[in-house]
């Protein structure tokens, strides 16, 4: 039981850092490129918030489950 509950430790934080990279890849190329084609940290920053809070509902709902 020990090597099942690690192997899902494991496979949630390669999933969690596999999300945390393509959300900095989309907020870097949300603040490099816009309509006008002039950098803006407003829209890095906003999908840099949306991803986020998508994680942090993802790791309560995970916290939840676990302890339930």
């Known amino acids: 039981m020990a090597d099942d509950e690690r192997t899902r430790r ?3 934080m390669a999933i969690a ?3 945390i990279a393509s959300g900095v890849l989309l907020a870097v190329g949300a603040y ?3 309509p006008d084609g002039t950098p ?3 829209r890095g920053l906003i999908v ?3 991803v986020l809070a998508f994680l942090s509902v993802w790791g309560l ?3 939840r489950s676990r302890r339930g």
Do not use: E, M, N
Request: glycine letters at 22%; a neutral charge; aromatic letters at 12%.
């Open 40 to 42: 803006d940290f407003r």
């Open 32 to 34: 490099q490129g816009g």
């Open 10 to 12: 494991w496979g949630v």
């Open 48 to 50: 840099a918030a949306a």
């Open 17 to 19: 850092v596999a999300l």
């Open 61 to 63: 709902a995970l916290g």
